[in-house]
């Protein structure tokens, strides 16, 4: 039979009325009712094909009164992006969602744990490992794991840090792996976390591919680059904008520059605080931000609705981290527009890009 809300409590439907949801996504078509049963599930999707409801709305459903749920996930922007989903998802079920992550005061974190351990952590590997061992998180009463973006997460170095902190959970467990893509390093983990017997979820829907207009724009130099980019925004100055570029001086001299000459613009790079990412964050999501300049790390993991245009200001070097860029928009099948600036120097880069393509085709 095939999976409706319906077949879900009041209260999560309820959660989900509210949250405009009236039907599964494919991806939480599949996963759900292998989730309700209790089985470890590797779900295999992309960001914005609602991965985070196909592993959420299982656990706030199943979720036991002394149980609790542990999500690690790779950055602070993805952390709390998930931590505020399953606050929606939990809004009639008495279920406590907390995050946990750098660049935050550890002393609150501390405070707040000393009053109560939440029903669900959501976190980064590093905060949380800090706070195992510290003494403040124990996890003896957690039944429920979920490595969101596991293959960032390894990109990242946090492969230790997992162990570390699995090794600390209870081995009666259902685990939750997420992940865009499986490669053989994901796999072994899987085996070594998960049950005997766990299942591989992936839907490639023809409704949720992203529908992306790639476009290679030349210049001459690097110097014309910034001339081309005004020209872009300028032509689409009503739309969300996510420009990437190599480095974090690059995104601030690139945010200057354009703020001097009246665009609406911000940066995000990983020398921000985290109050101020946060308000960058809060002004592009609400629109009140068009343009956001950012650089790879501190852009992992984002899900932002609206983004129409990417503008890769720099080539990448690396193939995968061209197509998680433009992976911004186009979301749920949405139509989307990535544009290359490419100068002489980047050739090199623009060819991988390239023949990279022409082997996932």
């Not at 959660?15 to 599949?30: H, N």
């Not at 893509?181 to 070594?192: D, N, R």
């Not at 996510?242 to 995000?268: D, P």
């Amino acid at each position: 039979m095939k999976f409706t809300f319906n077949q879900l409590s009041q209260r999560l439907q309820s959660a989900l009325e509210d949250m405009e949801f009236s039907q599964p996504t494919p991806i939480q078509e599949e996963a759900i009712p292998i989730a309700l049963e209790g089985k470890d599930l590797l779900i295999q999707a992309r960001t914005g094909t609602g991965k985070t409801g196909a592993f959420g709305i299982p656990i706030i459903e199943r979720l036991n009164r002394g149980e609790r749920a542990l999500i690690l996930a790779p950055t602070r922007e993805l952390a709390i992006q998930i931590r505020d989903h399953l606050r929606d998802l939990a809004r009639y079920s008495k279920v406590s969602v907390f995050s946990f992550y750098g660049g935050t005061s550890v002393g609150r974190d501390l405070s707040l744990l000393e009053k109560r351990i939440p029903d669900v952590v959501v976190g980064t590997p590093g905060r949380i490992k800090d706070l195992i061992e510290r003494g403040a998180l124990k996890l003896d009463t957690f039944r429920y794991l979920v490595l969101d973006e596991v293959d960032i997460m390894l990109d990242m170095g946090f492969r230790e840090d997992i162990e570390w902190i699995v090794s600390r959970m209870p081995t009666e467990r259902q685990t939750f792996f997420v992940s865009a893509t499986v490669p053989s390093e994901i796999k072994e983990i899987a085996k070594k976390f998960m049950r005997p017997g766990f299942e591989h979820v992936s839907v490639e829907s023809e409704e949720l591919k992203p529908r992306i207009n790639e476009i290679v724009v030349r210049t001459r130099s690097e110097i014309h680059k910034t001339e081309e980019l005004e020209r872009i925004l300028k032509e689409n100055e009503d739309k969300k904008i996510i420009v990437f570029v190599k480095m974090k001086r690059n995104a601030k001299e690139l945010a200057y520059q354009l703020k001097r000459k009246g665009y609406n613009v911000e940066a995000l790079h990983g020398d921000m605080t985290q109050k101020k990412r946060e308000t960058v964050m809060k002004l592009f999501r609400t629109g009140r931000v068009k343009v956001l300049i950012a650089t790879d790390v501190a852009s992992r993991g984002l899900d932002i609705e609206g983004v129409s245009l990417i503008i890769n200001f720099h080539l990448p070097e690396d193939p995968r981290v061209y197509t998680h860029r433009i992976g911004r928009t186009g979301r749920l099948g949405r139509e989307g527009t990535a544009i290359s600036l490419v100068s002489p120097s980047e050739k090199r880069n623009l060819w991988r890009i390239e023949k990279h393509r022409e082997k996932s085709a």
